[in-house]
């Protein structure tokens, strides 16, 4: 439980996007969490978020009807705007297929943010949502003809913001790569250098063309990355210059979507892995948690090594944990978050040293974010 003032008192939320709705999980100490009826009833939620520059909450949304958009709420959840007329330039060829990801812009720009979706696109809005503008630079991006649809279609699923340069920032794309852009978005270069394509025998280390499962930032430490990749677990210090591989080190697998990272301490992160193939064969969509074993895995040295910090957590499990999956607040200790497709919700409150289950019988978990509301 956190308090600002003494007569300001808010309870922390975790936003679990799932295939059919919004569940919003709260609680004033973190062990203790009430599951609220959803909003957004009948939208896969593949992502939602709050900003916390004004408190308001958005979820990038998907229907079979209304299609792809962005909702937003300015009363913790209560009622909900739709972003209207979101869509793709009709001269491209393309149309918008999925929303991904919804990322606050800085500090400096109130009313800012970033929006990833499909076909491998960014969008920005300068006004809360009330309206969007396609990135023209990711659109029409020299390399696109060399990016190919992943399992889950050609989307932009991760934004990074560099804290240490306003015009610096990072996109995922699976299946296209890293991109760093120095000019706020103008442009952008691959940073996928030392990063496997092993599903490209013929060029394993392609310009792009890599599967980038999930891009992280970390804030407190100038030009560090992490990636978990379709084809491992990768650090870099440079800006995405140069990428280290970080598995065959205590990893039981290379494979996996999810990532976490300690806010404070930039040696630390947090990563599911899972089984990718059946029958050996790279692709074979064998997507469960590796040899049955529902297991978060840490390092505290860089990925130098990693250990199982799974106590409490199902030994017997064959579930899925999705890209969006996972999150860390900035509590001391640091807690981490994660949602299963199987519809459970489990959290840490000591860095992954011991967990228990604050949710179960939700629909299949899309996304997880932890945030704060009013109580």
């Known amino acids: 439980m956190a ?3 003494k007569f300001s008192v808010v309870s922390a939320v ?18 203790s969490w009430s599951v609220e009826d959803p909003v957004l009833e009948g939208w896969d939620v593949f992502h939602a978020m709050q900003d916390l520059r004004d408190g308001s909450l958005y979820a990038a949304a998907n229907h079979g009807v209304y299609g792809a958009t962005v909702h937003r709420s300015t009363d913790g959840g209560k009622t909900w705007t739709r972003s209207e007329g979101l869509g793709l330039p009709e001269d491209s060829g393309l149309t918008l297929e999925k929303t991904w990801h919804v990322e606050p812009g800085r500090d400096s720009e109130p009313g800012t943010l970033w929006l990833g979706g499909a076909p491998g696109v960014l969008f920005r809005t300068d006004d809360s949502g009330e309206s969007w503008e396609v990135v023209q630079s990711v659109l029409e991006h020299p390399t696109r003809e060399r990016w190919n649809p992943g399992a889950g279609g050609m989307c932009t699923h991760s934004i990074q913001l560099d804290p240490a340069d306003p015009n610096r920032m990072y996109i995922g794309i699976s299946a296209a790569g890293v991109f760093r852009s120095e000019d706020e978005g103008e442009s952008w ?53 140069n990428w280290e591989r970080l598995e065959d080190n205590g ?7 999810p990532l976490a990272l300690h806010d404070a301490k930039p040696d630390t992160a947090f990563v599911i892995p899972e089984d990718e193939a059946r029958g050996g064969e790279v692709g074979g969509g064998n ?5 049955g074993r529902l297991g978060v895995y840490r390092t505290d040295d860089g990925g130098k090594t990693w250990e ?3 106590n409490g957590l199902p030994e017997r499990a064959w579930v899925e944990v999705l890209r969006e999956g996972m999150a860390s607040d900035r509590d001391d200790p640091v807690g981490i978050y994660f949602g299963t497709k199987s519809g459970s919700i489990f959290v840490s ?9 604050a949710a179960r019988y939700l629909p299949a978990v899309l996304s997880v974010e932890i945030g704060e509301l009013p109580s």
Not at 20 to 26: A, E, N, P, R, V
Request: hydrophobic share 35%; proline share 4%; net charge negative.
């Open 3 to 5: 308090q600002t003032d």
């Open 14 to 31: 975790i936003l679990a996007g799932t295939r059919k709705g919004l569940f919003l999980l709260k609680s004033d100490d973190r062990r």
């Open 189 to 241: 270069t691959p940073a996928n250098k030392g990063t496997a394509a092993d599903f490209f025998p013929e060029d394993r280390f392609p310009e792009v063309g890599q599967c980038v499962h999930k891009l992280l930032l970390h804030a407190g430490k100038e030009g560090r990355l992490w990636q978990q990749n379709h084809c491992g677990v990768y650090r870099s210090d440079d800006r995405g210059e």
């Open 251 to 257: 990893l039981p697998s290379a494979f996996g979507f």
């Open 287 to 291: 997507r469960v948690t590796t040899g």
């Open 308 to 310: 199982l910090a799974s």
């Open 349 to 357: 409150l000591n860095e992954g040293d011991e967990w228990f289950e």
